[in-house]
């Protein structure tokens, strides 16, 4: 069976806040530990009216407080948004606060608009290769796992804390190149395909053919990050997931928008009336009773051939993603 987890961007469902999304979200990492999910991501967004989460590195420390066994990861960092030693140095605290749980995901994205990113003084993703690459060389010398040779222009400037342990390392992938380039440089993947909209299956492939042993892995790993959301029912699956729909159509018009209420959303659909665009949003997420959402799942995963699936759920209430997670699980 695959390995099941969980992605969390920290939606504002309804009238909900931003302040209280983030703290909904470590109320959904310890639903999700007492379930038994493998591993529970946070993401970076900025200026995102339907997302809270803008620094993952402060939601995991957060949530090493309040859990002991699931793995703790951001799913993911926008490189070029930071110093890659100063991405080093949180994330080997985060290693210390709990050793052998942290993931380290990156992407070359900005996780915002270009005047956001303008703001935020990105560098832009034309960096990420240069920042990826001094990002993986700190923490294998902070780790004592492979030390900058005498000569390196970055020796003797150190991620501290020091510690004998480093996170695990994964890019975040939306294309076959960014899939071929995780497989080079020999860490972890993950495929967004409810951000690409396409198939995972011909980047993990390339991924796998790329991949080359590092000191961070010897054997390839892939996951895939895709939308599923059940209920008791087929139909009250559908029901709950009328606010997803609505948000994505916006999102699908080219408006940002928060995610409307329950009943706010049933009134848009209804206005609407038959929409082809519906169906297009029905095929590219996963709605059903628990033994449906299982099944298509089961189906991604042998079809991607994943390792891992990360789960994102935007039910209206937090006890509608809780129980859509429990009957995922099984």
Known sequence: MTDLSVLDLSPLL??????EAVRETIAMVQIAEKLGFNRFWVAEHH????????????????MTQVTSRIRLGSG????PNHSPLK????FMVLEGLAPGRIDLGVGRALGADMRTGSALRSAGSEAFPQY????????????GKEPFPERHPASGIIAQPRGPSHPDLFVLCTSVDSATFAGRAGVGMVFAEFIAQTDAAPAIAAY???FTPSPFRDKPWAGVGTSAFAADTPEEAQRLDAPRQVWALAFLEGRQTSFPSL???????????????????SRRSIVGDGAQVRAALAAKAAHTGADE????????????RARSLELIKG
């Open 14 to 19: 309804g009238a909900m806040t931003g302040a």
């Open 47 to 62: 200026s995102i009216p339907a997302f809270g989460g803008s620094a993952p590195e402060i939601l995991i420390a957060a």
């Open 76 to 79: 993911g960092v926008m490189l």
């Open 87 to 90: 991405v080093a140095e949180q």
């Open 132 to 143: 990826f690459a001094l990002l993986n060389a700190w923490l294998l010398d902070s780790s």
């Open 208 to 210: 796998r053919a790329a």
């Open 263 to 281: 009943e706010a959303a049933h009134a848009k659909l209804a206005a609407l009336g038959p929409d082809p665009r519906l169906a297009e949003l």
């Open 309 to 320: 699936l990360f789960i994102i759920s935007y039910g209206p209430t937090r006890e509608d």
